[in-house]
C-alpha cells in the first residue's frame, strides 16, 4: 500500500494467460529495461564526460552542451526530434517532421506517442505511448529529461506542499519525487536528471534477479516506464484537454490526437494506431508498426518515387 500506483500498474502487468502466447516469456520481462539502455547510451554524449550548459532554469533556452577536447570547443546540440521505436516500425518522415513542426510548437516540450494509450484502470489517469509505435521526443522535452534536479534545497516537507501546473520544471518534479510513487526516491542522488533517475530504476531490482528482489523490484513495463516519468515528471507541456485541466501529470499526446482508450478501438479515435502490419500501411501513412522489412522497402520505395526533385542538391 505504500505504492498505490506501482501497486495498480503490476496488477495488469504480464497476466499469466497472456503471457504464455509469449514464445519466450522470461526473456520478454526481461527485455523491458532495453528501451531504456539504449535511450541512456544515447544520452550520455549529452551528459557524461562533458561540461553542460543545460540550466537549472526553464526559463533558460540554453540547449547546446560543449565537450572540451584539446582545447577545442566541439558544440553537441541536441537534436530537433528522437524517436524511439521498434525495429519493426516504419515512420514516414516525409510526411512526420512537416506534421510536427505544423501541430507541436518547437518553443514548447513535447512527448508524443505514434499512438497513445489512456488506461482503463479504475481510479487511474494514466497515459502512455504503446511502445511498438514509438515515442517522439522535441528538444525541448529533451531538454528537461537531462536537467539537473537539485530537490535538496527543498527541505524535507514538499511532499506535503500545494502545486499546480504554473510551478517550475523543478519544483514540480521535485514535488513529485517526494511523493515516490513508484518507489523512486531511493535511487536519487542530488543533481540526477530525470533521464538518469529513470536508467537507475530500471537497472536496480531487475526481474533477472527476481529470486533476489529485497524491495519493489523492477516489474514494470516499459511502455509504463515512459509514461510514468514523461507524464509524473512534467517533461512536455501539459495537453490542457478541457475535461483532464486539473490533472496535473496529463502530459503526453498522441500523434495526430490518436489514442486508444482501454481498449474501447473506437477507429476515429484511434487514428494513427488502425495503421499496422503490412496491409494496413499504405504509402500515406505516417507510422505503422508490426511491419515486415519487406513490407518497409517497398514503402521507401514508393516514397523515393513521389518525393520532388530538389534543385539545389546536385
Given amino acids: 500500500q505504500r505504492f498505490p500506483l506501482l501497486n495498480k500498474l503490476t496488477r495488469s502487468y504480464a497476466r499469466l494467460k497472456w503471457l504464455k502466447k509469449k514464445v519466450n516469456p522470461p526473456g520478454w520481462m526481461c527485455a523491458q529495461k532495453r528501451p531504456f539502455d539504449g535511450f541512456a547510451q544515447y544520452l550520455k554524449q549529452f551528459s557524461s564526460r562533458q561540461r553542460t550548459t543545460i540550466s537549472t532554469d526553464e526559463n533558460d533556452d540554453k540547449n547546446e552542451i560543449d565537450e572540451q577536447k584539446g582545447g577545442?570547443?566541439?558544440?553537441?546540440?541536441l537534436p530537433d526530434y528522437l524517436v524511439v521505436m521498434d525495429d519493426d516500425t516504419w515512420i514516414s518522415f516525409d510526411h512526420v517532421l512537416p506534421f510536427l513542426e505544423e501541430h507541436y510548437s518547437s518553443k514548447e516540450p513535447h512527448a508524443?506517442?505514434?499512438?497513445?494509450?489512456r488506461s482503463n484502470m479504475k481510479g487511474l489517469d494514466f497515459t502512455?505511448?504503446?511502445?511498438?509505435?514509438?515515442?517522439?521526443?522535441?528538444?525541448?522535452a529533451l531538454q528537461n529529461l537531462l536537467r539537473p534536479l537539485h530537490c535538496s534545497r527543498y527541505g524535507n516537507n514538499l511532499k506535503d506542499q500545494s502545486v499546480n501546473k504554473e510551478a517550475s520544471f523543478e519544483t514540480l518534479a521535485c514535488w513529485r519525487l517526494a511523493q515516490n510513487q513508484v518507489n523512486e526516491q531511493p535511487l536519487y542522488k542530488d543533481g540526477m536528471s530525470v533521464a538518469q533517475l529513470m536508467h537507475a530504476y530500471v537497472l536496480d531490482q531487475p526481474y533477472l534477479q527476481v529470486h533476489e528482489w529485497n524491495k519493489v523490484?523492477?516489474?514494470?513495463?516499459?511502455?509504463?516506464?515512459w509514461g510514468y516519468f514523461l507524464n509524473y515528471y512534467h517533461i512536455p507541456v501539459h495537453t490542457n484537454v478541457p475535461f483532464y485541466q486539473d490533472v496535473l501529470q496529463d502530459r503526453l499526446v498522441g500523434y495526430n490526437n490518436s489514442e486508444n482508450r482501454g481498449g474501447q478501438r473506437d477507429k476515429e479515435m484511434m487514428r494513427q494506431c488502425n495503421h499496422k502490419f503490412d496491409e494496413g500501411c499504405g504509402v500515406s501513412a505516417h507510422i505503422c508498426h508490426r511491419i515486415s522489412t519487406k513490407h518497409m522497402k517497398y514503402l521507401d520505395q514508393q516514397q523515393r518515387k513521389q518525393r520532388q526533385p530538389n534543385p539545389n542538391l546536385v
Fill in 72 to 77: 577545442h570547443g566541439n558544440v553537441v546540440v
Fill in 112 to 117: 508524443i506517442g505514434g499512438c497513445m494509450i
Fill in 128 to 140: 502512455f505511448p504503446f511502445g511498438g509505435y514509438g515515442v517522439i521526443l522535441n528538444r525541448l
Fill in 217 to 225: 523490484g523492477f516489474c514494470m513495463h516499459s511502455d509504463w516506464v
